[in-house]
């Protein structure tokens, strides 16, 4: 089990130096995406992970999922070993637990939710690194604030100071070819730089999955989420 994660954590891994390089960029943040795979799992990858020389980094969907699992880590191989993005949809009832259980909300999409993570996260001494997520290709299916929207929401966040605003998540819409998913992502970096003008500290453009992280790097990303192509596939 160990090598057979280790060999498709190190494929990714090349993967995304290949296309950085390529596109004469910084290697990107990655997020191992871990949904429905276990702490089991979390702990196999974290050690080919290490063994490679890098800072492992875990995303989860769902607040009652994730807690659980990183405490097992934790319990494994003590807290502070690996990160955890939460990249799901959240209910603001799940602010709390998320304000505590999470270094990094990738999905913060509406002022509620903003405020509900910044009054739980006070007590904790450092600030939650937040991104705001876009909706970039409108879909009604999907959550995430429409462009129009990234300005305000981005200056509430700045205003509060129990978050960290470090930039924007999204989740272009699916496509068979993943090159279709280009302009979707471009206008993500476009609507990155414009938010960099007014919050200069801003690093983090979270773009990018198992099958189109080529694409995203080259549009411009410095994070991406990749789950599949790491932990296999999830039934
Ligand atoms: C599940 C998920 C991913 C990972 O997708 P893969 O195609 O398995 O790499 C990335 N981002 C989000 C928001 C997800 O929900």
């Known amino acids: 089990m160990q090598t057979h994660f280790a060999d498709r954590l190190n494929a990714v891994l090349d993967r995304i130096e290949r296309a950085a390089r390529g596109a004469g960029r910084p290697a990107p943040t990655l997020v191992a995406v871990s949904k429905r795979h276990d702490a089991g799992c979390v702990i196999a990858v974290t050690h080919a992970w290490r063994a490679r020389g890098g800072a492992p980094v875990f995303g989860e969907n769902y607040v009652q ?100 605003l470090r930039g924007l998540m ?29 919050h200069p500290a801003i690093d983090t453009l979270s773009m990018g999955m198992s099958d189109d992280l080529e694409v995203a790097i080259e549009e411009g990303a410095t994070l991406v989420r990749v789950g599949t192509a790491i932990f296999g596939s999830r039934d």
């Open 65 to 164: 999922e994730a807690l659980p699992k990183r405490a097992a880590v934790d319990a494994a191989l003590g807290n502070g070993a690996t990160g955890w993005h939460c990249i799901g949809h959240l209910q603001r009832n799940k602010a709390r637990e998320a304000a505590g259980g999470f270094d990094c909300v990738q999905t913060v999409d509406r002022v509620e939710l903003a405020t509900a993570l910044a009054r739980h996260r006070d007590d904790a001494g450092t600030p939650l690194d937040v991104l705001v997520q876009v909706n970039i290709d409108a879909e009604a299916s999907k959550s995430g604030c429409l462009p129009a929207d990234v300005p305000a929401l981005c200056a509430s966040v700045a205003s509060l100071p129990a978050l960290r």
């Open 170 to 198: 999204a989740i272009p819409a699916a496509h068979a070819d993943p090159r279709d998913a280009r302009p979707a992502l471009r206008a993500m970096r476009v609507l990155f730089e414009a938010t960099q003008r007014t």
